[in-house]
């Protein structure tokens, strides 16, 4: 699914990425683009892409919560796929990602930095759980304990030996179909250390413009862990805002939606003038003369 902002026969050179998260899917994005669009007041086009990872056949967020789906390793793989097939014709690409969304995109960038056709130049995520979201953990804690709950209250030996077996089934029925992504969010998990790890080994931060938006009333993801470092600067907080509603612009002057559009506004500027001193070059023959760092 594809639209656009600006002239809307144009070629653009950026494209702009929106990468939902778990339990999302097309609709994710709705409100906040649709504000986006009212907002624009530029002619340079932009188009804006909306990946979906998730099955449709899998109805509501239990659906697509659960029953298992790609790990985000392999999200980062579809990314890269996408991008290769979807963004030929473009420049300069902004991925911007939702809760897990924005998991995918950092380990996209994390795999893909060194390549020849990396083109992302900017990556906004929000409320997006950097260090991990109480939520997946206590999805988990709850299924290893539904076995145990009826069994206690009457404190029989026969049936907590019960529960015992049927916990052992269920703990292999979670291996074969839990969805992995519910694992890979949990607070302290060993994807949300290697992750974070790695993006600071190779400087991932260095690559691009980076920038990270909580919600102020985010009890599933907490304000710690909705930055990457502890004196991250490059997060900022949209205060009255929770999980979902950070995508629901009150109005053209929302926080969370100024956030993006200035961020495009940004980069339309540094095409405009790279463009421009690329003219004057040509003009002054500068183009002909060796540069030497």
Known sequence: MTSRLGDQNGHAEIAIIFIHGLGGGKETWKDFTKALKQKWIRSTPVDLLYPVYT????????????????????????????????????????????????????????????????????????????????????????????????????????NLVFALAIDTGILLLMYYFLNPQVRQLAIRSRFIRKLNLEWTKRQAYNKINFLTISAGMDWIVKLTSSNHYEDDVTLHEDPGKSHSTILKPVDLNDYSLCKLYNTIGERIDYILDDEINDSDDVESGEDDIPAFY
Do not use: Q
């Open 55 to 158: 099955s449709e056949e899998k109805k509501g967020f239990l659906g697509k919560t659960i029953f298992r789906s790609p790990d985000v390793y392999r999200l980062s793989n579809f990314i890269e796929n996408y991008i290769n097939e979807a963004c030929k014709e473009h420049k300069y690409i902004i991925l911007v990602g939702h809760s897990m969304g924005g998991l995918v995109s950092r380990r996209y960038v994390v795999d893909y930095m060194d390549s020849e056709k990396f083109k992302i130049t900017d990556l906004l995520t929000y409320a997006t759980p950097h260090k991990g979201s109480i939520l997946a953990n206590f999805l988990i804690i709850l299924i290893y304990l539904i076995p145990f709950l009826w069994p206690l209250l009457s404190m029989n030996v026969l």
